[in-house]
C-alpha cells in the first residue's frame, strides 16, 4: 500500500537520492528534476502499466522521514531557503518548485486514500502542507545539542504525524 508509508517512515527499501556531488541547498528532499529522473527510470524498470504510486514513492524514499532527516542535516540552508517571499527572479521560481513539489505529495496523499489508508474527508493538498508545515517548522525550534532523547527527530515526528498524540484504548 503506497499510503502513509509512501509518505512517512521507510522500510529499508532503495530509493535514488539526489544526484551526487556537491551538498544541495535546495528543498529538503528531492527536488522537480529528481523526482522526474527516478519516476523516468522506475518507468523504465516496470513499464509504465506495472508501475504504481507505491514504487515510486519507494524508490523516492519516504517524504517525510526524509525531509526531517535532510532539514536535521542541512538546518542552516534549509532555514535561509524557508524564508523565500519571492521578492526576485530567483526566490519566485524556489517558490514555484515548492508549490511543485506539493502538488506532487498532495497526488501521494490522493493515492493513499483510494487506497483506504488516510482518510478520505481530508482535502489532499491541504494535507500536503500541513505536514510539511509540520516539518518545516522545524527549522525555528530545532537545536541539535538540545537534544532531550536519543530516538531520531524523524521517527517522532512520523509517529506524531501519522499515529497521533492520543492514546488508544481498548
Not at 62 to 72: A, I
Request: hydrophobic content about 40%.
Amino acid at each position: 500500500m503506497p499510503s502513509v508509508q509512501a509518505i512517512r517512515a521507510g522500510d529499508g527499501a532503495s530509493h535514488a537520492g539526489p544526484p551526487a556531488g556537491p551538498p544541495r541547498r535546495g528543498r529538503p528532499g528531492h527536488d522537480l528534476a529528481s523526482v522526474l529522473a527516478v519516476a523516468a527510470a522506475v518507468f523504465n524498470e516496470r513499464g509504465y502499466d506495472g508501475t504504481s504510486m507505491r514504487d515510486l514513492a519507494q524508490r523516492l524514499g519516504y517524504l517525510v522521514r526524509g525531509s526531517v532527516e535532510v532539514l536535521e542535516a542541512e538546518l542552516p540552508y534549509v532555514t535561509l531557503l524557508l524564508r523565500v517571499r519571492g521578492n526576485t527572479r530567483v526566490e519566485r521560481a524556489a517558490l514555484n518548485q515548492r508549490r511543485a513539489f506539493d502538488q506532487f505529495v498532495a497526488g501521494l496523499v490522493r493515492e493513499a486514500q483510494r487506497e483506504g489508508d488516510i482518510r478520505p474527508d481530508c482535502d489532499a493538498l491541504l494535507t500536503a502542507r500541513l505536514l510539511f508545515g509540520l516539518v518545516n517548522s522545524i527549522a525555528e525550534w530545532y537545536r541539535p545539542t538540545r537534544r532531550a532523547t536519543s530516538r531520531p527527530l524523524a521517527d517522532l515526528v512520523c509517529a506524531m504525524a501519522f499515529d497521533g498524540l492520543r492514546v488508544r484504548r481498548g
